[in-house]
């Protein structure tokens, strides 16, 4: 069996493959099925006729208590279930509470469950652990079981409470870690549905270093990604069949003069019976909302110019959460989908003419808005300052970057270029089509360079996570002055060539300059167009564009 094929998902490729968890409780029967159907209806009853209320609590770790996205309120997993199930019921008052752990392993739910689940006499317990397990060295069979103690204390306290599980998303490089099939089995043991969360994000567009890359946790793509997955459950649950699908058309292109950034939604009806659909669209506040009749396998469609304040004058990304919202009461459906507007500033480099003085070239500054790390300790531009000029000649691309510093203090070797003074240059050298989507492929590249620290010592280049080994050639120079240094990055334009033929415009990009003044890791960071996120989250890069053609305005990407 091919380890990335979906049939390692299926139960009865797992039973065949993973003879690994011999439980004493694997005969006892689940729930009897015909008392589940039973709490089924009356939940959908209950939910269609209002005013309920309807609780729903969702049992897990970090990832429930909305860490990763930067507003768990709207962005988190929880949140895009909640506000995507409320749209099909609006007769009922349904809470969806979010009962996180940040840490908690399985073993650690068993003590929690009392106070956080059962106290609130929830309709719907949604559980998701795992991940904390394997951090902590437990072993898989551990987390089935203590699944199976949750479900089966939840359902002895509760007798008309529904369960779900959820997978863990893992950083494994392949699918069918131990810990997402230990889940399964937990499922199948008790008869209930799963959230996949790992398949998931699997499917769709993924970092391939993994969710949680340098200790990070999933953003607001990927919790995206599990609150839909979450719902697909619900619907599997409650036997609720699947009526209405909506997407957002994601892209990424070169605006001119006037141009305006677009929003186009797909509304489907992938059921068998016609449906009667609402859908509302818009960034942040509602702008727009239109309503469909669909006949089976119908579509819809929507397209809408988004005014961006000031487009023209773009001097660091600006990023807007697009959204849209189908729902259908008659068909209790629903379905949600966002996508984040990343509208970024453009820079055409100056045309390598033999002698390049100050004065001849073009530079772009850094300002007090490009602390991203350490504004609070921060003592001006002779503290930490910075501008950089891009210059294309016939054989390289060569990013010149001046900084101020008053106390020059470089990492040491084995330590991350980042934890002391250096410069950083990202790349995303993706097609256009596949330009700032939200995670990293081998052809976006953060190119790392540490200063020499004496006027003879050379300057040093290394990749983050040793991205994107095409990039040969490349030529790192550094010059100390009395009030900091100046770093020269060349790459190769052989280096920069994509495979579809497309030039330099549209290739992100962005410059960042890290400080450490005492020896002890990175105080400050300044980051000229994007955020502190984009060694993680590559969509709000810069752009480049060709020299000699009529410079566009801005980069407009909706991923």
């Given at each position: 069996?091919?380890?990335?094929?979906?049939?390692?998902?299926?139960?009865c490729?797992?039973?065949?493959i993973?003879?690994?968890?011999?439980?004493?409780?694997?005969?006892?029967?689940?729930a009897?099925?015909?008392?589940v159907?039973?709490?089924?209806?009356?939940?959908?009853?209950?939910?269609?006729?209002?005013?309920?209320?309807?609780r729903?609590?969702?049992?897990?770790?970090?990832?429930?208590?909305?860490?990763?996205?930067?507003?768990?309120?709207?962005?988190?997993?929880?949140?895009v279930?909640?506000?995507?199930?409320?749209?099909r019921?609006?007769?009922?008052?349904?809470?969806?509470?979010?009962?996180?752990?940040?840490?908690?392993?399985?073993?650690?739910?068993?003590?929690r469950?009392?106070?956080?689940?059962?106290?609130?006499?929830?309709?719907?317990?949604?559980?998701?652990?795992?991940?904390?397990?394997?951090?902590?060295g437990?072993?898989?069979?551990?987390?089935?079981?203590?699944?199976?103690?949750?479900?089966?204390?939840?359902?002895?306290?509760?007798?008309?409470?529904?369960?779900?599980?959820a997978t863990?998303?893992?950083?494994?490089?392949?699918?069918?870690?131990?810990?997402?099939?230990?889940?399964?089995?937990?499922?199948?043991?008790e008869?209930?549905?799963?959230?996949?969360?790992?398949?998931?994000?699997?499917?769709?567009?993924?970092?391939?270093?993994?969710?949680?890359?340098?200790?990070?946790?999933?953003?607001?793509?990927?919790?995206?990604?599990?609150?839909?997955?979450?719902?697909?459950?619900?619907?599997?649950?409650?036997?609720?069949?699947?009526?209405?699908?909506?997407?957002i058309?994601?892209?990424?292109?070169?605006?001119?003069?006037?141009?305006?950034?677009?929003?186009?939604?797909?509304?489907?009806?992938?059921?068998?019976a016609?449906?009667?659909?609402?859908?509302?669209?818009?960034?942040?506040l509602?702008?727009?909302?239109?309503?469909?009749?669909?006949?089976?396998?119908?579509?819809?469609?929507?397209?809408?110019?988004?005014?961006?304040?000031?487009?023209?004058r773009?001097?660091?990304?600006?990023?807007?959460?697009?959204?849209?919202?189908?729902?259908?009461?008659?068909?209790?459906?629903?379905?949600?989908?966002?996508?984040?507007?990343?509208?970024?500033?453009?820079?055409?480099?100056d045309?390598?003419?033999?002698?390049?003085?100050?004065?001849?070239?073009?530079?772009?500054?850094?300002?007090?808005?490009?602390?991203?790390k350490?504004?609070?300790?921060?003592?001006?531009?002779?503290?930490?300052?910075?501008?950089?000029?891009?210059?294309?000649?016939?054989?390289?691309?060569?990013?010149?970057?001046?900084?101020?510093?008053?106390?020059?203090?470089?990492?040491?070797?084995?330590?991350?270029?980042?934890?002391?003074?250096?410069?950083?240059?990202?790349?995303?050298?993706?097609?256009?089509?596949?330009?700032?989507?939200?995670?990293?492929?081998?052809d976006?590249?953060?190119?790392?360079?540490?200063?020499?620290v004496?006027?003879r010592?050379?300057?040093?280049?290394?990749?983050?996570?040793?991205?994107?080994?095409?990039?040969?050639?490349?030529?790192?120079?550094?010059?100390?002055?009395?009030?900091?240094?100046?770093?020269?990055?060349?790459?190769?334009?052989?280096?920069?060539?994509?495979?579809?033929?497309?030039?330099?415009?549209?290739?992100?990009?962005?410059?960042?300059?890290?400080?450490?003044d005492?020896?002890?890791?990175?105080?400050?960071?300044?980051?000229?167009a994007?955020?502190?996120?984009?060694?993680?989250?590559?969509?709000?890069?810069?752009?480049?564009?060709?020299?000699?053609?009529?410079?566009?305005?801005?980069?407009?990407?909706?991923?």
């Amino acid at each position: 069996m091919k380890m990335g094929s979906d049939p390692i998902y299926t139960l009865c490729g797992l039973l065949s493959i993973v003879p690994f968890l011999p439980l004493p409780f694997r005969q006892e029967q689940p729930a009897p099925k015909a008392a589940v159907q039973a709490h089924v209806q009356a939940l959908r009853e209950k939910l269609r006729r209002g005013p309920g209320p309807v609780r729903v609590v969702v049992f897990g770790d970090s990832l429930a208590a909305g860490w990763g996205p930067k507003d768990p309120k709207t962005e988190s997993y929880v949140a895009v279930f909640g506000q995507a199930l409320r749209a099909r019921y609006p007769n009922c008052a349904l809470e969806v509470i979010a009962a996180g752990g940040p840490g908690d392993a399985s073993d650690v739910a068993l003590i929690r469950v009392r106070n956080e689940v059962i106290k609130r006499r929830p309709d719907v317990v949604a559980i998701q652990f795992g991940g904390n397990d394997e951090r902590l060295g437990r072993q898989p069979d551990e987390l089935t079981d203590d699944l199976v103690k949750l479900v089966r204390t939840i359902r002895t306290a509760l007798p008309n409470t529904l369960c779900l599980l959820a997978t863990p998303p893992m950083n494994d490089a392949v699918p069918g870690s131990p810990f997402v099939r230990a889940v399964l089995f937990a499922a199948q043991s008790e008869g209930v549905p799963v959230a996949d969360f790992d398949k998931a994000l699997r499917r769709a567009d993924r970092d391939f270093r993994g969710p949680f890359c340098w200790g990070s946790h999933p953003g607001a793509y990927s919790h995206l990604l599990m609150g839909r997955e979450l719902l697909r459950a619900w619907d599997e649950l409650t036997e609720t069949p699947q009526a209405l699908s909506v997407a957002i058309e994601g892209y990424s292109e070169m605006l001119g003069a006037g141009e305006l950034p677009k929003l186009h939604v797909t509304l489907r009806n992938p059921g068998p019976a016609d449906v009667a659909a609402e859908l509302e669209y818009g960034p942040g506040l509602l702008v727009g909302r239109e309503r469909s009749d669909l006949p089976p396998a119908a579509a819809a469609e929507v397209t809408e110019k988004i005014a961006v304040p000031e487009l023209d004058r773009v001097r660091r990304t600006r990023t807007f959460r697009l959204w849209a919202l189908a729902r259908s009461v008659e068909a209790e459906a629903s379905d949600l989908d966002a996508k984040w507007l990343a509208v970024a500033p453009v820079v055409v480099p100056d045309a390598a003419a033999g002698e390049e003085t100050p004065e001849r070239l073009t530079w772009h500054t850094f300002g007090a808005d490009s602390l991203v790390k350490g504004d609070w300790s921060w003592q001006g531009d002779q503290d930490l300052g910075a501008r950089f000029a891009v210059l294309l000649g016939p054989d390289d691309l060569t990013f010149i970057v001046e900084v101020a510093d008053n106390d020059l203090d470089v990492a040491d070797e084995g330590k991350p270029a980042s934890d002391g003074d250096s410069v950083e240059v990202c790349l995303d050298l993706r097609p256009e089509a596949e330009q700032a989507k939200p995670v990293y492929s081998e052809d976006v590249v953060l190119l790392q360079v540490r200063p020499g620290v004496t006027r003879r010592e050379r300057a040093r280049w290394g990749t983050l996570d040793n991205l994107t080994p095409r990039l040969v050639g490349v030529k790192a120079e550094s010059e100390l002055r009395d009030d900091g240094y100046v770093v020269r990055l060349s790459i190769p334009r052989r280096s920069l060539a994509r495979g579809n033929g497309e030039g330099l415009t549209g290739i992100g990009f962005d410059v960042h300059v890290n400080d450490s003044d005492f020896g002890m890791g990175r105080e400050r960071q300044m980051v000229w167009a994007g955020t502190e996120d984009n060694y993680l989250n590559p969509c709000a890069l810069a752009a480049l564009a060709e020299p000699g053609e009529e410079a566009p305005v801005c980069r407009a990407s909706l991923r």
